[in-house]
């Protein structure tokens, strides 16, 4: 069978989950986030049920972890939560997030869900090995309303091809940046890059990950 990572402080709410799910799925589970992003790495879970409001890390914090590491950024996470979708759906899907269940349960359409990630069975995007490294960057282009900007970012992860970082400025995937790479006092230019997709858009969090369509030979790896 597949397995599910459950994660919630409420001893109450796991047991319903487990009797519920039973049968389906090889089912583990925990009540401390930090325990949770440990086995998410381990195991790599076909999904992870996760409370919003929990102690210590909160579910908002380990779904917005959890969708930037490479390692489990495919893993589908359905939110469980006992306040109204109409006040975190979105922001919760802007992080990350598959799908938003109001409690009481609807566990007619959470087990058609989980059913339907599980069989998507998402493909690694990356075929290259990812660091998280942080590198300071500068950005320079124009955004998707023709205004010039440059902006001092830091990547989160790279890789031989491409990094990941925070910009405020509003692009449109296949947008074009250039970059330089701050040394010091110095700055060296890295290249052309070009938006291959976008996280979390129109939020605090929002992220691009930028693919180099030009390149010196001496980029960080």
């Keep these: 069978m597949e397995r599910i990572l459950i994660v919630d402080d ?7 989950l487990k009797e519920r799910l039973d049968g389906l799925y090889d089912m583990a589970e925990t009540a401390d986030p930090t325990r949770a992003l440990s086995l998410a790495v381990e195991f790599r ?43 975190y759906r979105d922001f919760c899907t802007n992080i990350g997030a598959k799908d938003y269940f109001q409690k009481p349960i609807d566990f007619g359409r959470l087990r058609v869900r989980i059913a339907e990630v599980v069989r998507e069975n998402p493909v690694e995007r990356r075929a290259e090995a990812r660091v998280r490294l942080q590198v300071m960057v500068k950005l ?45 006092s110095a700055r060296q230019r890295a290249g052309r890059a070009q938006v291959a997709h976008v996280m979390w858009p129109s939020t605090v969090a929002q992220q691009y990950g930028f693919r180099f369509v030009e390149k010196p030979a001496e980029w960080l790896f």
Excluded at 10 to 16: G, H, I, N, Q, S
Excluded at 51 to 60: I, V
Excluded at 146 to 168: N, P
């Design 10 to 16: 409420d001893p109450a709410m796991r047991k319903l």
């Design 45 to 87: 879970p076909k999904c992870i049920l996760l409370d919003l409001l929990m102690p210590r890390l909160g579910g908002f914090e380990l779904c917005k972890t959890l969708t930037s590491l490479s390692v489990t950024q495919l893993i589908p996470i359905m939110v469980l939560s006992g306040n109204p979708a109409s006040q």
């Design 140 to 184: 320079c282009g124009i955004d998707r309303f023709g205004k010039r900007f440059e902006e001092l970012a830091v990547t989160d992860d790279v890789s031989s091809s491409g990094f990941r970082c925070s910009c405020t400025a509003p692009l449109d995937t296949e947008s074009i940046v250039e970059v330089q790479v701050n040394g010091g």
